[in-house]
T-cell receptor, first 113, second 118 residues
Framework: QQPVQSPQAVILREGEDAVINCSSS?????VHWYRQKHGEAPVFLMI?????EQKGHDKISASFNEKKQQSSLYLTASQLSYSGTYFC??????????????FGQGTILTVHP | GAVVSQHPSRVICKSGTSVKIECRSL??????MFWYRQFPKKSLMLMAT?????????EQGVEKDKFLINHASLTLSTLTVTSAHPEDSSFYIC??????????????FGSGTRLTVV
């Protein structure tokens, strides 16, 4: 089942912050985050593996609450280059779906000067 | 590192013909490759999982005979759209998982193929 992302779209000015949420109805092994620019392939941002894990590089970070089956992506001091569609991809715990990701519907982030 | 090459990037074909799309991992071995289809402004829909040396696993609703997948080596998977029709027009993307990987690394995507059937 497809994870649910919120919000569907965000409009920011440079320097502002944003949070994108990803919620799953299934127990998760990991959550991936990707950014896709128009007409291009998705680019990997980060993967979160453990309950309560937080990761980040530069001004983009993420958290994963294993119990709530939720992940959030935090973008701080946004730059024009952050514009794009953000997808979370979930890898369910156990079962036969080893490594197979199901992607959320995407969040369109637009950063204006 | 972790580069996936997908070819062609764009293809226009006539209705009823077949089109082959290649996905190659250039600097790592990919035991598993995934094929996705994406409609404009929509999410990535998994079509099938391609495992080297074995039959592909198709998602529910995806026609096996229409979307032929072959994963002949650890670096190459191909998707052939047979007897293409206008409704098959879409953006097709592959992604590759490193051998033995489930942790640490994200999946690398190919650059995608824009298929237009006329």
């Amino acid at each position: 089942q497809q994870p649910v992302q919120s919000p569907q779209a965000v409009i920011l000015r440079e320097g502002e912050d944003a949070v994108i949420n990803c919620s799953s109805s299934k127990a998760l092994y990991s959550v991936h985050w990707y950014r896709q620019k128009h007409g291009e392939a998705p680019v990997f941002l980060m993967i979160l593996l453990k309950g309560g894990e937080q990761k980040g590089h530069d001004k983009i970070s993420a958290s994963f609450n294993e119990k709530k089956q939720q992940s959030s992506l935090y973008l701080t001091a946004s730059q024009l280059s952050y514009s794009g569609t953000y997808f979370c991809g979930t890898d369910p715990a156990g079962g036969t779906s080893y490594g197979k990701l199901t992607f959320g519907q995407g969040t369109i982030l637009t950063v204006h000067p | 590192g972790a580069v996936v090459s997908q070819h062609p990037s764009r293809v226009i074909c006539k209705s009823g013909t077949s089109v082959k799309i290649e996905c190659r991992s250039l600097d790592f071995q990919a035991t598993t490759m995934f094929w996705y289809r994406q409609f404009p402004k929509k999410s990535l829909m998994l079509m099938a999982t391609s495992n080297e040396g074995s039959k592909a696993t198709y998602e529910q609703g995806v026609e096996k005979d229409k979307f032929l997948i072959n994963h002949a080596s650890l670096t190459l998977s191909t998707l052939t759209v047979t007897s293409a029709h206008p409704e098959d027009s879409s953006f097709y993307i592959c992604s590759a998982k490193r051998q033995g990987q489930r942790t640490r690394y994200g999946y690398t995507f190919g650059s995608g193929t824009r298929l237009t059937v006329v």
